[in-house]
């Protein structure tokens, strides 16, 4: 079996330890004589793992009991819309700062349904920073202010948050989620969907404050409303079953052979510098993005000429360094180093790129 080392943006990489067990357990669930896949979702046993699940996250995330955890479907790009049907009810008003598409998306959607303002956007230069914003631009009213976390497209993060008070604070942690400690306590909403840094496709993640629950819009789809997910301990309709029992299996492994997210971020952090250590010292590659706002989980990086780019990411491929194409709308490349990639892996990278400017030079 040849394993490649994957860079994918989403889907992407999980640890080899959860598809072993999973493989394992893929015919007979602990003595169930199931597979996860096939049990009912009200089955004891199949409630015994999301249970499990929802205590897992909350444990390595430190959420607060004031907070629901929600499985839901739909996507990070379906709660653009949950969002202000749920949470646009009072001024109908919400902020925004735009840092890339996700932003952009999020913000388009809120504007279908109430007064949509941005009050920061670095669309100037393509997203490559995060935009200094000023307070005495909030809405003071705003019934949400919402931000994209870690940009997956352009590689950029947030490292401060802006204060907006009693607005609740909504944030898109789609591919920032467990890569690092988190204060939940400062956010309304965090939400993200699964397939970055938690499991495979087909899983969102919410963890709202309970006091934002119960107040949608008249019109909101009984589905849309985070009430009816709540009421029902995400057991409304089906639940994503086998996403969540990877889900987690992902969360037992960051709790037992990481450590935490303490040592997870540890980790991250070491695993990003050998890769942009390499790019500031390298004369053929760069990174795009403004050092102080680099992500540590999407690293986008060029060479300036694109003939050389496509060379790169056909030879990488070939030898076993895979979706390092950066995303349509920029070109380049990418590496996406989510939790699950091993620091080998990157530090095997970043030999092959010496070794592909030696040979290009
Ligand atoms: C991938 C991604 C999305 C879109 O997620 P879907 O689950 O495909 O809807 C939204 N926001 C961010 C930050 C992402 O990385």
Redesign the pocket.
């Known amino acids: 079996m040849a394993r490649v080392y994957n860079f994918s943006?989403?889907p992407s990489v999980l640890p080899e330890s959860v598809l072993k067990r999973a493989a394992e357990e893929m015919l007979d669930y602990q003595g169930s004589g199931q597979s996860v896949m096939e049990m009912s979702h009200r089955s004891k046993v199949y409630d015994a793992i999301i249970k499990e699940c929802e205590a897992l996250l909350r444990e390595i995330m430190n959420i607060p009991d004031n907070y629901k955890v929600l499985f839901l479907q739909?996507?990070?790009?379906?709660?653009?819309a949950m969002i202000p049907l749920n949470l646009l009810n009072k001024s109908g008003k919400a902020d925004f700062i735009l840092t890339?598409q996700?932003?952009t998306?999020?913000y388009k959607e809120a504007a279908r349904y109430g007064e949509a303002n941005v009050v920061a956007s670095s669309k100037d230069k393509t997203f490559s920073y995060i935009p200094e914003w000023n307070e005495a631009d909030f809405t003071k009213d705003a019934d949400y202010f919402h931000i994209?976390?870690?940009?997956?497209?352009y590689g950029t993060k947030f490292t401060k948050l802006p204060e907006t008070g009693d607005v609740p604070l909504v944030a898109?942690?789609?591919?920032?989620i467990l890569s690092e400690p988190i204060d939940v306590s400062r956010f309304g909403i965090l939400y993200?969907?699964?397939?970055?840094n938690m499991a495979p496709?087909g899983l969102?993640v919410v963890i709202i404050r309970e006091d934002l629950i119960g107040n949608a819009q008249e019109i909101t789809p009984t589905m849309f409303n985070y009430q009816t997910h709540a009421d029902n301990d995400s057991m409304f309709n089906t639940p994503p079953c086998y996403t969540i029992y990877v889900c987690k299996l992902v969360l037992e492994w960051l709790k037992n052979e990481i450590g935490g997210l303490e040592k997870m971020k540890a980790i991250n952090e070491k695993k990003a510098a050998i890769l942009y250590d390499f790019l500031d010292s390298s004369k053929m590659f760069k990174g795009t993005v403004e050092k102080k706002d680099r992500s540590l989980m999407?690293v986008p990086f060029v060479t300036g000429d694109e003939e050389l780019d496509a060379k790169f990411v056909k030879e990488a491929t070939a030898a076993g360094f895979v979706n390092l194409k950066g995303h349509r709308s920029v070109g380049g490349m990418r590496a996406s180093i989510y939790n699950a990639m091993p620091t080998e892996g990157v530090e095997k990278l970043v030999a092959f790129m010496k070794a592909f400017e030696e040979a290009n030079a």
Do not use: P
């Open positions: 943006a989403g739909g996507g990070a790009s379906s709660q653009f890339g996700w932003a998306k999020a994209c976390m870690n940009n997956t497209i898109d942690v789609s591919s920032c993200a969907g699964a397939q970055k496709a969102t999407n």
